[in-house]
T-cell receptor, first 122, second 109 residues
Framework: GAVVSQHPSWVICKSGTSVKIECRSLDFQATTMFWYRQFPKQSLMLMATSNEGSKATYEQGVEKDKFLINHASLTLSTLTVTSAHPEDSSFYIC??????????????????FGEGSRLTVL | GIQVEQSPPDLILQEGANSTLRCNFSDSVNNLQWFHQNPWGQLINLFYIPSGTKQNGRLSATTVATERYSLLYISSSQTTDSGVYFCAGAQGGSEKLVFGKGTKLTVNP
């Protein structure tokens, strides 16, 4: 399968600060990446679609000024949680879509996920 | 958008038992994937299966696209199979995967 890497794996910050999370596709180019959020014992909710070279598109109810997304290259998307508050504490996970097939372990359109980033805002 | 329902929400097995997890979709999908979320939160790709049947070791999956459901079979379960299993689908023309609420599997020794 494809490899998607996120950094940092976990971060603790003070309320009011900003936190940046990186998502990289290590062995394929990704024109589109997706950012999800997961609360404890709940499912994954799509936050936004990150498009290389253009603005991200946000799902309904997601504040674009709170969650800044930048997709500066075909292998990197970043999510910045601005002026973080305790209610922003969550597990953030990115994904990227394989654009090309790569044997039995990678299909066109298949999404691969990063390891996730656990954010705790004090 | 589509709705994804998974059943059962919780499943407890003894090691060695077999199980079937189900995923129903409210509309047809062109992308359907099964994942296992490990205790550290990482999503492991199990199957990309918009239709048909696939097998990988003790796991297999079947999607009946015309009836909008998919099944994940786990045979001879092991304690390491414990975790949450998610299915997710995307409608035609959309790349956005919509997730079900998951099935939490606990395999006891």
């Amino acid at each position: 399968g494809a490899v998607v890497s996120q950094h940092p794996s976990w971060v603790i910050c003070k309320s009011g600060t900003s936190v940046k999370i990186e998502c990289r596709s290590l062995d394929f180019q990704a024109t589109t990446m997706f950012w999800y959020r997961q609360f404890p014992k709940q499912s994954l909710m799509l936050m936004a679609t990150s498009n290389e070279g253009s603005k991200a598109t946000y799902e309904q109810g997601v504040e674009k000024d709170k969650f800044l997304i930048n997709h500066a290259s075909l292998t990197l998307s970043t999510l910045t949680v601005t002026s973080a508050h305790p209610e922003d504490s969550s597990f953030y996970i990115c994904s990227a879509r394989a654009g090309r097939a790569g044997g039995p372990s990678r299909h066109v359109g298949e999404l691969f996920f990063g390891e996730g980033s656990r954010l705790t805002v004090l | 958008g589509i709705q994804v329902e998974q059943s059962p929400p919780d499943l407890i097995l003894q090691e060695g038992a077999n199980s079937t997890l189900r995923c129903n979709f409210s509309d047809s999908v062109n992308n359907l994937q099964w994942f296992h979320q490990n205790p550290w939160g990482q999503l492991i790709n199990l199957f990309y299966i918009p239709s048909g049947t696939k097998q990988n070791g003790r796991l297999s999956a079947t999607t009946v696209a015309t009836e909008r459901y998919s099944l994940l079979y786990i045979s001879s379960s092991q304690t390491t199979d414990s975790g949450v299993y998610f299915c997710a689908g995307a409608q035609g023309g959309s790349e956005k995967l919509v997730f079900g609420k998951g099935t939490k599997l606990t395999v006891n020794p």
